[in-house]
């Protein structure tokens, strides 16, 4: 055969046409190796390693989070922690009756008459000493402002004297006489009557047991 010569010389036209059609159906047809499962094509030979041919596939390893994305992840938690605990201290609420007035001699001699007579006078010596506007304060008034008992607070924190809100908030006990507690105002006695913790805390702190105990 002369190579120089085209192959359609050396084959009749029904034979090219069956060339034709066994090439048609040939490049119709996906790559198979023979390692691969049935029905899996065959990439390019230029993207499989000498491995990849001896063996047949195997399923991935596990992945595991990077240091990096587990650092992220704590730094996130931390985060929502911060805000939550930042929410429930921002949202902690108190009740306060009070007995302010100006001389420390004065707020010393009311507490031990307070301590003879028990917590049931509070109110009574809020109205006749107080100077403070709550002392005004009925069960009965019409205007919520001056609704509630003699000497009546109720607050959250930021909204009151730092030493004021320390004692209500953390030092005294509940349905305990308190003081005196020195402000920029004056001398304060309190009770604490409840102590709430706030969004996403315990609840509020106002149970039977405290009541019991008052004096």
Known sequence: VDAKRPLSVFLSPSMMLGLTRISLLLLALPLVSPFSTPGMPLGPPSTLSPLQCNHPPTAAPPRFPSRRVRALSGLRMNLFDGLKNAIADATREVKVQHILVDKESEAVDIRRRLEKEGLGSFGA???????????????????????????ELVFRPGSMDKAF????FDAAPLNKLWGPVKTKFGYHLMVVRERSAGLGGGGTEDSAEAAAGAS
């Open 125 to 151: 010596y809020a109205q006749e000493y107080s100077t403070c506007g709550s002392s005004k304060k009925t069960p009965t008034a019409k205007m919520s402002q001056l609704r509630g008992e003699p000497g």
């Open 165 to 168: 809100e320390k004692a209500a």
